[in-house]
Nanobody, 125 residues
């Protein structure tokens, strides 16, 4: 059974850095399109970054230049390096995987089939 488990969430000061990780297990395909989403209090879930079937990364404008998504296929792990964190980055962060291949940006929650439980990131000013 496919499973995604996030880790690395924490409370940090504005300007700080965090690295989130997502461990994937139970997937039978050689590679999956994956992404990070976040959902703040009373907000809709929004796409933060995705990595397509060619391993090309894409970012939401709000995090471009500050966040880096990477995928380690050998370890079945997805990472999100977050630098220059801002209070508005505070949210629950979710890892997601898609069953079918896709080329290009894909930051719509409905495009993903599998989800982790989330890890909390809190940025204080």
């Amino acid at each position: 059974q496919e499973q995604l488990v996030e880790s690395g969430g924490d409370s940090v000061q504005a300007g700080g850095s965090l690295t989130l990780s997502c461990a994937a297990s139970g997937f039978t395909s050689r590679r999956n399109v994956m992404a990070w989403f976040r959902q703040g209090p009373a907000k809709e879930r929004e796409g933060v970054a995705s990595i397509d079937y060619s391993l090309i990364p894409y970012y939401a404008d709000s995090v471009k230049g500050r966040f880096t998504i990477s995928q380690d296929n050998a370890k079945n792990t997805l990472h999100l390096q977050m630098n220059s964190l801002k209070p508005e980055d505070t949210a629950m962060y979710y890892c997601a995987a898609r069953r079918d291949p896709h080329f290009g940006a894909l930051l719509s929650p409905g495009a993903y089939n599998y989800w982790g439980q989330g890890t909390q990131v809190t940025v204080s000013s």
